[in-house]
């Protein structure tokens, strides 16, 4: 319980630093995403691949919250926003967020994303039952999330042990 704390508190002190003051769902959300990057090691990357796409595919809850990420660096990768407006063009992205709107497409874009080594991240209820990799998920004001490593090892990603500490539940 200690550690989780601890963890926890690492999180959010990088939460701290980049946002000062968090306020809103949308604000912890976006450093919560900020921070998956963090423990996701993509095992085949691409020589290419010196930057780090976000996506947000489908209906932007976050305003202009994610717009703080754009440049940032993880993992040695600066940080990019994209919102692609077909299935295609989710081939450019590493980190997917799906929006509630999409929710009736999900297993097309979980598939399409998990052959191409695509983090797929939701607040869409039961995502992570539904294929996708990390849920969003809300317990009264707080919020947290699952993850479904079955997903991830499938899509060739490898989720940090320090994260899998943090989640709600894990679906192994």
Sequence with gaps: ???????????????????????????VKAAFLYNFTRFITW??????????TICVFGRNPFGDVLQQLNGRVSQGRALKLDF?????EIDRC???????DKARALAEITDFAHARQILTISEIPDFVEEGGIIGYVKEGNVIRFEINLLAAQKSGLQINSRLLELALRVIR
Excluded at 94 to 100: D, N, T, Y
């Design 94 to 100: 590493q980190v997917l967020f799906v929006g509630a």
């Design 1 to 27: 319980m200690f550690l989780k704390f601890l963890i926890a508190m690492l999180l959010w002190s990088t939460l701290g630093t980049a946002y000062g003051a968090v306020r809103s769902e949308y604000e």
């Design 43 to 52: 095992s085949e990357p691409s020589e290419e691949m010196t930057g780090l």
């Design 84 to 88: 692609p407006a077909s299935l295609q």
